[in-house]
């Protein structure tokens, strides 16, 4: 089946711009999860959903990231007025549940450069 | 926290090496283990994953094995190719909902 798709796969912004990052999970699965892969700082869990709330929002860098999700699917996040340092692989992952037996798989990703 | 430590890279073996990439975790329940893997330009796919203390997690010719009295998860190969080539990492996933991940450890195989 369908595994999990991203979009754009590559972004480039200038500072100041807002960009929004759109992910597609595996149908029928409730959890959806950001994460940032940015160089020397590893990946870093922004936060997740379960259907369409967020339960912890405490991974988001600062007030400018956003997150939303519909309908128990498609999410987006949205970057406001991007700085430098928001340039980074945006992942997002997608399971069955929050358990820790749970897997998340993984989208491509979208390359966001803020020039 | 729960923490992860992987093996800093790069690993540079050479092809039908034998290969281990040495993790080890910290933490608090009792958690899943996973080994994800990253291919030059692509994204992060599962390589492999263990649920429970002694389970051994296996795929492509790789290897873990849980260990809770080491608090290991080492990933083994007998015999690595070039297209193993990538980024493999180490993550734990406990009663919390997101996965805990190590650094990276970037392999390298050389015909």
């Known amino acids: 089946g369908a595994g999990v798709s991203q979009s754009p796969s590559n972004k480039v912004t200038e500072k100041g711009k807002d960009v929004e990052l759109r992910c597609d999970p595996i149908?029928?699965?409730?959890?959806l999860y950001w994460y940032r892969q940015s160089l020397g700082q590893g990946l870093e869990f922004l936060i997740y959903?379960?259907?369409?709330?967020?339960?912890?929002k405490s991974g988001l860098p600062s007030d400018r990231f956003s997150a939303e999700r519909t309908g128990g699917s498609v999410s987006t996040l949205t970057i406001q007025r991007t700085q430098q340092e928001d340039s980074a692989v945006y992942l997002c992952?997608?399971?069955?549940?929050?358990?820790?037996?749970?897997?998340?798989?993984f989208g491509p990703g979208t390359r966001l450069t803020v020039l | 926290g729960d923490s992860v430590t992987q093996m800093e890279g790069p690993v540079t073996l050479s092809e039908e090496a034998f290969l281990t990439i040495n993790c080890t975790y910290t933490?608090?329940?009792?958690?899943?283990l996973f080994w994800y893997v990253q291919y030059p330009g692509e994204g992060l796919q599962l390589l492999l994953k263990?649920?429970?203390a002694d389970d051994k997690g296996s795929n492509k010719g790789f290897e873990a094995t849980y260990r809770k009295e080491t608090t290991s998860f080492h990933l083994e190969k007998g015999s690595v190719q070039v297209s193993d080539s990538a980024v493999y990492f180490c993550?734990?996933?406990?009663?919390?909902?997101?996965?805990?991940w190590g650094a990276g450890t970037k392999l390298i195989i050389k015909p």
């Open positions: 959903f379960q259907g369409n709330s967020a339960p912890d």
């Open positions: 993550a734990l996933k406990d009663s919390n909902y997101q996965l805990i």
């Open positions: 992952a997608s399971s069955l549940g929050v358990s820790a037996t749970d897997t998340q798989y």
């Open positions: 149908s029928g699965h409730t959890a």
């Open positions: 263990a649920t429970k």
């Open positions: 933490a608090t329940g009792y958690p899943s």
